[in-house]
């Protein structure tokens, strides 16, 4: 990958972990707004009360400070910190929607956040080893990448595809075929569910735009989720395409534990 698609990379991890810290900063000035007026303008039990109050927020400030501390050392060094999974997935799960309203406030679109935090997901996979077998991968992928004018329905079962080359299902096809790994085309957020339920992969490759890969990643947490972002040369939901490299980069670091570069 070239230089300047790294540095676009890091820039892009930077604005996610920047709004996770200011996150963090925004809840420990709540609690020191709580010391001060617990010492100086309540009495009686409604100290109690917010004593309880600072106390819980003072618990989850620890608890998603060392979850976002071992986010970073993870993107700095590529590699990872065992036993701080679950807190960093915990992290960035529960302050995730006060990111998305610090971004707002800033005046940051919903779409670089959201991508944003598609590239830290995918950065903190890279930092783990797998070795899993091809049936155990599942591709979801959207079934916007047919073509519009198709007639032939593939969502119910992607080999009803009738290989006419003229979009970028044929080829995942012919992927999927070759590496022995599952692929879904879905419709939307309910049926990915239910194509993971039934598969029950213990990795995925998910394709789409930022809110469905945002939600799928969130959604089926822990589960390892790659995220490739889809390509719109005709807008959104129609026609669009996908770096089919990145799909076998993804497949081969979920089998063999190679490099994967998103």
Request: hydrophobic residues 45%; aromatic residues 8%.
């Amino acid at each position: 990958m070239i230089n300047r698609n790294g540095e676009t990379a890091k820039i892009k991890k930077r604005i996610f972990v920047g709004l996770l810290s200011a996150s963090v900063l925004l809840i420990f000035g709540m609690v020191l707004s709580g010391i001060f007026i617990y010492y100086n303008r309540f009495g009686s039990w409604y100290r109690y009360l917010l004593l309880f109050i600072i106390t819980l927020l003072s618990l989850f400030i620890l608890m998603v400070s060392i979850g976002l501390a071992g986010v970073v050392m993870t993107l700095l060094h590529v590699k990872s910190f065992f036993g701080l999974e679950g807190l960093m997935n915990a992290s960035l799960n529960m302050l995730f929607p006060l990111v998305l309203t610090l971004g707002k406030i800033l005046n940051i679109p919903k779409d670089v956040i959201k991508s944003s935090y598609i590239e830290v997901n995918n950065k903190l996979l890279q930092s783990r080893c797998y070795n899993l077998k091809p049936e155990n991968i599942l591709i979801l992928a959207p079934h916007c990448l047919q073509k519009w004018d198709c007639p032939y329905k593939i969502t119910a079962d992607a080999s009803n595809c009738r290989h006419c080359g003229r979009c970028d299902i044929d080829k995942l096809l012919m992927i999927s075929k070759n590496y022995g790994v599952n692929l879904a085309v879905v419709t939307g957020g309910t049926l990915a569910r239910k194509k993971v339920i039934d598969t029950k992969p213990k990795a995925i490759i998910a394709i789409a735009c930022e809110r469905d890969l945002t939600e799928g990643i969130l959604d089926t947490n822990p589960l390892p989720v790659m995220g490739i972002l889809n390509i719109r040369p005709e807008g959104p939901c129609k026609n669009t395409q996908v770096d089919l490299a990145k799909v076998t980069e993804a497949i081969d670091f979920f089998m063999k534990g190679r490099s994967y570069h998103n």
